[in-house]
């Protein structure tokens, strides 16, 4: 028996990771997998029913599983707490306490959906990178950190630092992966203006040496976000630092159509896997059914190829997304100006994927 803890969170996060649950207890009995499911709180449900935004119960239960499905966290409810207090504290400190150093998010343009992004289709046709980013350290976690009066006026103050250990371990799980997909890294940096982006590249190169099978080339991050736009074909794997890194898949996954669309995989050294969508909690349509699932169901997919080592499995759920939006099915995000009308609820979503499994 293979347990998953599930954190639904705030906003959408309840209603996708229903669907990604659905789909996971769907495709399971085809594989021989038994799974059970428990749930727990993080973000803003965390604070209303316990007055913080992640327990140590949750931690310590996320650590004994090893493997959690996420929704998102976060909403305007919670926004006026003071920052260390805010729901989004509950994603950093579960990151943190995890040693989730690495976050894997693929962006692929499924073929069906090459007319849904503000690109041409001739632009992102094709378009099958994964950005790789350092989750627990630079910017959002470095000190000294906070606000202060400095003569007067007001300041704010925060810290990006990086050792060549944190970088030297990242950087080779960019070149793992890359030897499992085209063979190339492209490292994304500022090393015309930061230190830090200085160390990145001396250690980069470093690692590189060890992979003589693999390309690296080195790519400065406002030149990056240009090309991404303009050829994203031409990426591979993207290896970056944490706040590079939340921007650049950001703007991966608006290429694919919608943001809806993009899952991700938190890893670390500890056996433990986070699995999550990259889009946020939606608040403004959060409980009214058109929420897109399918980056959460995707992020189930990643749960089963890298948590529970059962790659068949995640394909068939790939292939069932695939099939589904080949089928002509969108959610309100992905649909276009003529189909918005059509569009299919969240969890009507959840119930084509399972039964593009089922016609397997």
């Not at 998102?72 to 943190?96: C, F, H, N, S, T």
């Not at 632009?123 to 099958?128: M, P």
């Not at 982006?197 to 040496?209: D, G, P, R, T």
């Amino acid at each position: 028996m293979r347990r998953i803890l599930v954190l639904p969170g705030d906003g959408v996060g309840p209603e996708v990771t229903l669907e990604a649950r659905r789909v996971l207890e769907a495709v399971g009995p085809r594989h021989d997998l038994k799974l059970e499911f428990e749930e727990g709180l993080i973000g803003g449900a965390s604070i209303d029913a316990l007055g913080t935004p992640l327990s140590d119960a949750v931690v310590a239960r996320a650590r004994e599983v090893g493997c959690v499905l996420l929704g998102a966290v976060g909403g305007p409810k919670w926004d006026d707490l003071p920052v260390d207090q805010r729901a989004e504290r509950g994603l950093l400190r579960i990151r943190k306490e995890l040693g989730l150093f690495a976050n894997l998010r693929p962006a692929t343009v499924f073929p069906a959906l090459a007319g849904a992004s503000t690109l041409l289709p001739s632009v992102v046709e094709a378009t099958d990178l994964l950005v790789i980013r350092e989750l627990t350290g630079g910017i959002y976690f470095g000190t000294p950190r906070g606000r202060s009066i400095v003569e007067g006026r007001r300041e704010a103050r925060n810290t990006m630092v990086y050792d060549e250990v944190e970088i030297a371990r990242i950087a080779r799980v960019a070149f793992e992966s890359a030897r499992l997909r085209r063979q190339h890294v492209t490292h994304v940096h500022k090393a015309n203006v930061l230190e830090v982006s200085q160390l990145w590249v001396e250690v980069v190169n470093e690692i590189a040496a060890d992979y003589a099978d693999v390309e690296l080339s080195h790519q400065l991050v406002d030149s990056c976000a240009m090309l991404l736009v303009r050829e994203p074909a031409r990426f591979d794997v993207i290896l970056t630092g944490n706040l590079f890194g939340d921007i650049l898949s950001d703007e991966a996954a608006m290429i694919t159509g919608s943001l809806g669309m993009l899952p991700s995989a938190s890893l670390g050294d500890g056996g433990v896997g986070l699995y999550e969508p990259v889009h946020g909690s939606a608040p403004d349509i959060a409980g009214r059914d058109v929420a897109n699932p399918l980056a959460t169901i995707l992020s189930a997919a990643m749960l089963l190829e890298y948590s529970l080592e059962a790659p068949a499995a995640a394909e068939d759920i790939r292939r069932a997304v695939d099939r589904v939006l080949e089928n002509g099915h969108r959610t309100q995000d992905i649909a276009s100006a003529t189909d918005a009308g059509k569009a299919v609820g969240c969890a009507a979503m959840g119930e084509l994927v399972i039964e593009a499994l089922g016609s397997e």
